[in-house]
Nanobody, 124 residues
Framework: QVQLVESGGGLVQAGGSLRLSCATS????????MGWFRQAPGKEREFVAA????????YYADSVKGRFTISRDNAKNTVYLQMNNLKPEDTAVYYC?????????????????WGQGTQVTVSS
């Protein structure tokens, strides 16, 4: 089993920044893909970014490319999502996810483990 706990959400004005954290425990994640997803009210959960734990290869949704950065800290077993130049349309609950696979899945059903989510609200 893999446990994921997100933190770092909050209320920020448009143009501001937040850094989300996803603390992991339970297993060694060297062969895992880690993803961030978000879900706004009334909308489906959508892919934001993913990273391969071992190689650090990253992939982003077009809507966040150039503004968000996904990274991981092996020593802390934590994945981060640095979000800059936030927009009101970034408002959502953000979820961390994990799957034991070397590629980078983009769809939520491909991930096996999920955190509880953290709310991000961007005011205009």
């Amino acid at each position: 089993q893999v446990q994921l706990v997100e933190s770092g959400g909050g209320l920020v004005q448009a143009g501001g920044s937040l850094r989300l954290s996803c603390a992991t425990s339970g297993r060694t994640l060297s062969s895992y893909a880690m993803g961030w997803f978000r879900q706004a009210p009334g909308k489906e959960r959508e892919f934001v970014a993913a990273i391969s734990w071992s190689a650090g290869i990253t992939y982003y949704a077009d809507s966040v490319k150039g503004r968000f950065t996904i990274s991981r800290d092996n020593a802390k077993n934590t994945v981060y999502l640095q979000m800059n130049n936030l927009k009101p349309e970034d408002t959502a609950v953000y979820y961390c996810a994990a799957r034991n696979v070397l590629r980078l899945p983009e769809t939520s059903h491909e991930y096996d483990y999920w955190g509880q989510g953290t709310q991000v609200t961007v005011s205009s």
